[in-house]
């Protein structure tokens, strides 16, 4: 009964936790566009549309979430088999370390999630006007 009351709650942190990651990487990613805007300035007065920068700053978004998204499920599985091993060696404690459905709804939820975030960069790049963007380098 303890355990699975210890488990929800560690449910819960966790998806409170990508929540606030979630969070950070919108706030980081959206000063990150608001310094390049002055290139994606130069790109519409190149002759490219408003669409074409819409899909590049949300294909860098998603981009980004993902790569962080499978690199921290990499990070997360590889330092859990380490600490598995360690408890097996130490204290005669087997726990077995395992990916399962739970983790991969997480990391595709987070991963939409982010996407969607990622609309808002997006959105603010293609409503930006070119004269404003120039004028900010």
């Not at 998603?62 to 499978?70: N, P």
């Not at 982010?114 to 930006?128: E, K, N, V, Y």
């Amino acid at each position: 009964m303890t355990l699975g009351n210890v488990r929800d709650l560690m449910s819960v942190l966790t998806i409170m936790t990508q929540m606030l990651v979630v969070a950070a990487v919108l706030m980081a990613l959206l000063v990150g566009f608001l310094s390049q805007r002055c290139q994606f300035a130069v790109l519409r007065a190149m002759g490219a549309g408003r669409s074409y920068v819409f899909c590049v700053v949300l294909i860098e978004v998603t981009l980004l979430i993902l790569l962080g998204a499978a690199l921290g499920t990499l990070l997360g599985w590889g330092s859990s088999c380490v600490l598995s091993l360690w408890m097996k060696s130490q204290m005669r404690f087997d726990m077995p370390v395992r990916l399962g459905e739970t983790e991969a709804l997480l990391v595709g939820g987070l991963v939409v999630c982010g996407a969607g975030i990622g609309l808002l960069p997006a959105w603010l790049t293609f409503r930006g006007s070119i004269a404003e963007g120039l004028v900010s380098a």
